[in-house]
């Protein structure tokens, strides 16, 4: 079998599965939820029969008459298969993630000591991870196997923002050569994150009940939070609860930076006397505030539903012109995964709806002239879908064939605020951004003795891109002799774009090979060499305007500079 260790070609093992396993559950968060586990566990009868050597039956036909035989009684010995790590991954312990936890509560945080792994800081739950020089979309990202997508021009709703570290259960990082079956659609690496596993009722427990109840404080910046799970448990049935939240202040440096001062002239603040006054060592815009939703993935063979919710009312960016005033995330994340006499097959389908905002917080100026802020809006709808089958063709050799989808809509609208620059109209940022995306991979496993094992693997990924016509705030040309304002600027722009085929299609080859060498426990070495491509985003192909204003919103590296998009730019 795909999970059972490979036997020395002397030992013939027999399996035979007498019962098929099906889970089923589902999940809620915003501080409470459930969970719902069911499992049939199947019974697996092993039989070992040696070959006997001619040297090996003459020993056992020889007359012993040194020692009484002694009859001994019957031991059962029972284990579980010892975890390994993937070709080309690096894993973090339990123990790693549990000491990590109370330091943070962003996940990305959780990576700070993966060689080849930096952090770039934005919001107190959106850290973006960094591998070798290259982050965010040059990465591949999944929680719980979805391929989750940051909605926002800024991207501030980052993928692993939607699972809070209390909730983490296993972290992979591969920075080197990535293997197909786990890359594709990125060039710098990829990172799995998985929330634990159900608990079940060992045979002859009966009903088992855990629970767990966290909380923490950290000074700096008066954070606090809390974590809370509970289960009840039978050898086939599983009710778990996960629910988890985080506040925080803004917090402060190690001394002073900058002036103490207003952090903004608002009117409304002078009228009602409410100052917003920052201290010199104080980091202005970095308070937070985090509800997070319980994430699930089981290790056995299993049909899997979960439904999470997540709700940010709130989280501000020191290095960003914005903030976060509001994330809604819901996602439904269907998973089956079978062991069958040929290897296993691991199906998975999932679709995730966010509703982003931004705007100024009590930070930052709200009032520029007659603006009232600047809202802006997005929203995205996430849908793929995964098929892989490892087939063991020996007790060597594992073939890995697998499929893959994602569906991906876009759309980023700033409605107006005033009676100048941003207004009358909606400026329409991206209007039905399309990103659809169809991959298919083979990956050749070997393992030539207990030291050594290749892999090696080929990926085809057609990336399929469109976007609807776009507009500013004014649709007028020449409404102001001011070339450089909204209304010169973003109806020429907006004109050209409309103008121009905004439908891509990009054929993209993917290839890795490795090998691994593991001379004891202690020690490993990798050689390897790969091949990755990725195409554009939405917004790096579909950004459009020059006007310095909104160029500046599509920024999604926190550096200050403004960006847009090129309709023609290649993988």
């Excluded at 330091?103 to 919001?123: I, K, N, Q």
Aim: proline share 5%; charged share 15%; with cysteine.
């Amino acid at each position: 079998m795909g999970d059972m260790p490979h036997m020395l070609h002397d030992l013939i093992s027999y399996i035979r599965l007498n019962n098929m396993v099906l889970f089923v559950g589902s999940k809620l968060a915003h501080g409470s939820g459930f969970l719902f586990n069911q499992l049939i566990k199947p019974t697996v009868t092993v039989t070992m029969k040696f070959k006997l050597k001619p040297l090996a039956i003459l020993i056992a036909a020889a007359p012993l008459t040194a020692f009484a035989a002694t009859e001994l009684p019957p031991v059962e010995v029972t284990s579980t298969k010892a975890a390994t790590v993937p070709a080309g991954a690096q894993e973090l312990t339990t123990e790693q993630i549990k000491a990590a936890r109370a330091a943070t509560s962003d996940s990305a945080r959780l990576l700070a000591d993966f060689p080849g792994v930096s952090l770039f800081g934005a919001g107190g739950v959106s850290a973006l991870p960094i591998i070798h020089g290259l982050a965010d979309d040059r990465l591949r990202t999944q929680v719980d196997g979805m391929d989750l997508i940051a909605a926002c021009p800024n991207h501030m709703n980052s993928p692993l923002s939607y699972i809070d570290p209390t909730n983490v259960g296993r972290v992979r990082v591969y920075s080197g050569v990535v293997p197909v079956s786990v890359g594709g659609d990125s060039i710098g690496g990829t990172i799995t994150v998985d929330s634990p596993a159900p608990v079940f009722a060992q045979p002859g427990e009966g009903t088992i009940t855990q629970g767990e109840v966290g909380g923490f404080y950290r000074s700096n910046g008066s954070a606090y939070g809390g974590n809370l799970a509970a289960t009840l448990a039978t050898r086939n049935f599983s009710l778990s609860y996960r629910g988890s939240t985080a506040q925080s202040d803004n917090y402060k440096a190690g001394g002073d930076f900058k002036p103490a001062g207003l952090s903004s002239t608002d009117p409304k603040d002078i009228s009602t006397g409410i100052s917003h006054w920052l201290e010199g060592d104080t980091v202005g815009s970095s308070a937070y505030k985090s509800q997070t939703a319980y994430q699930n993935d089981a290790g056995t063979q299993m049909v899997e539903l979960g439904v999470g919710i997540q709700r940010i009312p709130y989280e501000n960016y020191p290095n960003q012109r914005m903030d976060m005033t509001q994330n809604n995330s819901t996602q439904f994340n269907l998973h089956y995964k079978g062991l069958y006499d040929w290897g296993t097959l691991d199906a998975r389908a999932y679709h995730q709806h966010v509703r982003h905002e931004m705007d100024f917080n009590d930070d930052r100026q709200f009032w520029y002239m007659t603006a009232p802020g600047m809202p802006m809006n997005t929203e995205g709808k996430n849908t793929g879908a995964k098929l892989q089958a490892n087939i063991d063709l020996t007790t060597r050799d594992v073939l890995k064939l697998g499929a893959e989808f994602q569906k991906y809509r876009l759309d980023d609208w700033w409605p107006p605020s005033g009676t100048g620059g941003m207004s009358p109209g909606t400026f329409w940022n991206i209007n039905d951004g399309q990103r659809d995306r169809f991959d298919l991979f083979a990956e050749w496993d070997a393992h030539w003795t207990p030291q050594w094992m290749t892999q090696i693997g080929v990926r085809s990924d057609t990336v399929r891109m469109n976007a609807g016509p776009v507009s500013g705030y004014s649709t007028q040309m020449g409404v102001t002799s001011q070339s450089m304002t909204s209304y010169g600027m973003t109806a020429k722009d907006a004109a050209a774009f409309n103008a121009s085929d905004r439908e891509k299609t990009d054929h993209n080859l993917n290839f890795s090979a490795l090998a691994r060498y593991t001379p004891d426990a202690t020690q490993s070495y990798e050689f390897g060499f790969a091949r990755q491509a990725r195409s554009p985003n939405l917004y790096e192909r579909y950004s459009w305007s020059t006007w310095p204003m909104a160029a500046i919103m599509n920024n999604f590296v926190g550096d200050g500079n403004g960006y847009v998009g090129d309709i023609n730019l290649k993988p």
